[in-house]
């Protein structure tokens, strides 16, 4: 089984910045993409950033220029990097990946997610 526990998540002023920390472990043989989501309370769950294997990297129009999705493969950890928080940002953040098992089985694995709020 492959566990993923976010961390970084807290009360921020606007304009300020956070960290979020997503580390996976278990029967993890590799782990393909890597994603963060946000969900809102009343709102739908949405991507915030992506990253691939090889670092290729995906951003929701919201947080363009202000996230930076970023992964150490070698400790199976994944970032984000969250500047310029607005009040609109407040959200549970969830991390997402896609694990090749020790077994060669595929996962899609999901954190507990971690409250970000931003004040204004």
């Known amino acids: 089984q492959v566990q993923l526990v976010e961390s970084g998540g807290g009360l921020v002023q606007a304009g300020g910045s956070l960290r979020l920390s997503c580390a996976a472990s278990?029967?993890?043989?590799?782990?393909?993409?890597m994603g963060w989501y946000r969900q809102a309370p009343g709102k739908q769950r949405e991507l915030v950033a992506s990253?691939?294997?090889?670092?290729?990297?995906n951003y929701a129009d919201s947080v363009k220029g202000r996230f930076t999705i970023s992964r150490d493969n070698a400790k199976n950890t994944g970032y984000l990097q969250m500047n310029s928080l607005k009040p609109e940002d407040t959200a549970v953040y969830y991390c997402?990946?896609?694990?090749?098992?020790?077994?060669?089985?595929?996962?899609?694995?999901w954190g507990q997610g971690t409250q970000v709020t931003v004040s204004s």
């Open positions: 278990g029967s993890i043989f590799s782990i393909n993409n």
């Open positions: 990253i691939t294997r090889i670092g290729s990297t």
């Open positions: 997402n990946a896609g694990v090749l098992t020790t077994r060669r089985a595929f996962e899609d694995c």
